[in-house]
């Protein structure tokens, strides 16, 4: 399920973005689209393709982001918008989550949400595939360009995210 809208945007060849809004108890992490895209558009490229895993109903909430790129959702993929990739495939409600971190592990760059445990699987999946950039990003952090991978020491607050142990010999 996930392999073929995978690779209908082409593996590494986007950007996704996990922005939880809706029922996670950390409310600091919520921020306008507008905010979030501010945040991390230094991160993107010029009209790259955005797939975006969100719980967020409310329409036209994701503007900032779709002036600039061309931003795909789940429901997309089910219709002409996302070139039907989904289209006749039955996907048990509770695999959709799954299904869609998989789709952001293919993705050139990932941008999580802080304290999201659906957000911390995500690098170490990427980590697995050889994902080119396994920088974990959150989009309520502001970044003026892309950083240069450091290590630092491990704190207690990011027991969230998988860490490059995981997946690397170090």
């Known amino acids: 399920m ?25 409310k600091e992490v919520f921020l306008s689209a507008q905010q979030s895209f501010d945040n991390t558009k230094a991160l993107l490229r010029p009209g790259e393709r955005i797939y975006l895993a969100t719980d967020e109903m409310q329409q036209g ?39 869609e971190q998989i789709i952001c592990a293919g993705a050139r760059r990932f941008i999580g949400t802080q304290q999201s445990t659906f957000t911390g699987l995500i690098p170490r999946l990427r980590g697995y595939i050889g994902a080119p950039d396994t920088t974990i990003y959150h989009h309520n952090v502001r970044y003026s360009k892309v950083p240069r991978p450091t290590r630092r020491p491990i704190s207690g607050s990011d027991y969230m995210n998988a860490q490059t142990t995981l997946w690397a010999d170090l």
């Open 61 to 99: 909430f994701f503007k900032p982001f779709e002036r600039q790129h061309e931003v795909l959702r789940w429901a997309d993929f089910f219709t002409a918008r996302g070139g039907y990739a989904l289209k006749g495939v039955r996907i048990p409600p509770k695999a959709v989550g799954l299904v």
């Open 2 to 26: 996930s392999a073929r809208v995978v690779a209908k945007l082409g593996l590494f060849d986007y950007a996704a973005y996990h922005l939880r809004r809706n029922d996670l108890q950390y």
